[in-house]
């Protein structure tokens, strides 16, 4: 079975705390990916980051990391200097292949507020 | 190029009234899917769709149906709409990158449904 655990499911900080959203995930498939999406109070989906199964490298953009590791199953996700306008709900989701079909399992989202 | 546009925002409906989403991409993409998000829940997939004409159930397709007759559009239908299906509803489509293989999913801004 598929499954996307995001067991943080609220974090409060101070502006310019790092803060580390946790994702862990279950699958068989040897190959998947996972993702990471930001949902702002607005309530659109935005996509964040998008990483396949054969790479482990970590991912820097900007203020944004993401730490995948394999043999913890993890996917986490890390806001270096946090700002007032990343407070948003985010998804960390993994596309698993159903019945030959592209299919995005979600976590329960993590819910960051950033207070100034 | 507009992405994903879903229509309407948002709605409300009496107990037993039926309505459409309206879900519509630009950018030729193969792959479609309807979503639902609970109050602080992740999504969860109701319905997809490989290519005009073809569509299949997700995790949760009791109470609705889709139909695609072209690429661009993929409609939800709520024939005898129940509070429960009280939600947001999210669209999203995706590329077809070959070996069975797709893109990122992109999301439409979502609809926000209340029945009454």
């Known amino acids: 079975a598929q499954k996307v655990t995001q067991a943080q499911t609220e974090i409060s900080v101070v502006e310019k705390e790092d803060v580390t959203l946790d994702c862990v995930y279950e699958?068989?498939?040897?190959?998947?990916?996972l993702f990471w999406y930001k949902q702002p109070p607005s309530g659109e989906l935005v996509f964040l980051i998008r990483?396949?199964?054969?790479?482990?490298q970590n991912e820097i953009s900007g203020r944004y990391s993401w730490n995948f590791q394999k043999s913890t199953s993890s996917f986490n996700f890390t806001i270096t200097a946090s700002q007032v306008v990343d407070s948003a709900v985010y998804f960390c989701?993994?596309?698993?292949?159903?019945?030959?079909?592209?299919?995005?399992?979600f976590g329960q989202g993590t819910r960051l507020t950033i207070n100034p | 190029n507009a992405g994903v546009t879903q229509t309407p925002k948002f709605r409300i409906l009496k107990i037993g009234q039926s309505m459409t989403l309206q879900c519509t991409q630009d950018m030729n993409h193969n792959y479609m899917y309807w979503y639902r998000q609970d109050p602080g829940m992740g999504l969860k997939l109701i319905y997809y769709?490989?290519?005009?004409?073809?569509?299949d159930k997700g995790e949760v397709p009791n109470g609705y149906n889709v139909s695609r007759s072209t690429t661009e559009d993929f409609p939800l239908r709520l024939e005898l709409a129940a509070p429960s299906q009280t939600s947001v509803y999210f669209c999203a489509s995706s590329k077809l990158r070959g070996a069975g293989n797709t893109d990122t999913q992109y999301f439409g801004p979502g609809t926000r449904l209340t029945v009454l």
């Open positions: 989701a993994l596309r698993s292949i159903i019945q030959g079909a592209q299919k995005l399992v």
């Open positions: 699958t068989r498939d040897t190959t998947y990916y």
């Open positions: 990483r396949n199964s054969f790479d482990e």
């Open positions: 769709s490989v290519g005009a004409g073809i569509t």
